[in-house]
């Protein structure tokens, strides 16, 4: 089904808008799956997302930086209040950067996810500000441009595959659920999108050791093309010795997120 709006895009807001609902009723049922209860959206635009949300029983905060759409979508809260909908929607008239996810976490009982179609240009700073919380909700589930997807969950050796794709596959289980054509979206963007889901690792990793990986992989995928023995040169020289099944002729690529785990602890 397909929906027309009248708002017109804001460019220095990178939005983009979805006219056809299949990918929102993929999503609401992948939040279903987890028993996903209390959903933050980020990012709502006209609501074509957040309407399946409510429709399918889920209590939604939808944080809008948008102050035009914000007011439409605090209109549409409204109308499911008077019409008893299955589901509730309260809007936040705020940059998703600076809402104090945390408090939201806290303050909503039950089973909760994070979900949202994303700005390109602001990707990666929303999933550095989302990551934090993965240990309290169930999942993140994101729409965002289909290279980014695929940098996240991207295996070791390929071109995709770089210090992002490290730094989430050690927070989290990645992975790309479904791809979203261009042409799902209006404007039409340049590139196609993703569904990618963000769900709780099994094991942890200790904040240090984290802290550690990012300092590694920072610089040795600054020099992707090297040998492990001159990217990691300012390491070496501190006179540590790596596990013996890392061998320094390699290049970065191929070192899997777990062997930066193994490297990481020798400088610790």
Not at 49 to 77: C, F, H, I, N, P
Not at 125 to 143: A, C, D, K, M, R
Not at 161 to 176: C, D, E, F, I, P
Not at 180 to 205: G, I, M
Request: aromatic content about 8%.
């Amino acid at each position: 089904m397909k929906v027309a709006y009248p708002h017109r895009q804001k460019k220095s807001l990178s939005q983009v808008f979805l006219h056809t609902d299949w990918p929102c009723v993929k999503l609401c049922n992948l939040l279903l799956q987890q028993g996903v209860q209390q959903v933050l959206e980020i990012g709502p635009g006209k609501g074509i997302l957040t309407r399946k949300l409510v429709e399918a029983g889920l209590t939604v905060t939808a944080v809008e930086k948008d102050d035009q759409l914000a007011e439409y979508m605090t209109s549409v809260a409204s109308r499911y209040r008077e019409s008893n909908a299955a589901g509730s929607l309260t809007v936040v008239n705020e940059d998703i950067l600076q809402f104090d996810l945390s408090a939201w976490v806290k303050q909503h009982p039950g089973k909760k996810a994070i979900c949202g179609n994303i700005p390109y240009n602001i990707s990666s700073p929303i999933l550095l500000h989302t990551l934090p919380e993965l240990s309290s909700v169930e999942g993140l589930f994101f729409l965002v441009q289909l290279e980014f997807a695929q940098r996240l969950c991207s295996p070791v050796n390929e071109k995709s595959y770089g210090s992002l794709s490290v730094y989430t596959q050690l927070r989290a289980k990645a992975k790309v659920e479904y791809k979203v054509e261009r042409t799902c979206f209006y404007p039409v963007p340049k590139v196609d999108s993703a569904v990618v889901s963000l769900l709780p690792p099994t094991t942890p990793q200790e904040p240090a050791i984290l802290g550690k990986v990012e300092q590694l992989t920072r610089q040795v995928f600054h020099q992707r093309r090297k040998k492990l023995s001159n990217s990691l040169g300012s390491f070496l020289h501190m006179g540590k010795t790596l596990p013996s099944d890392i061998d320094l002729s390699r290049r970065c690529d191929t070192l899997s997120p777990q062997e930066f785990i193994e490297i990481a602890k020798v400088f610790l």
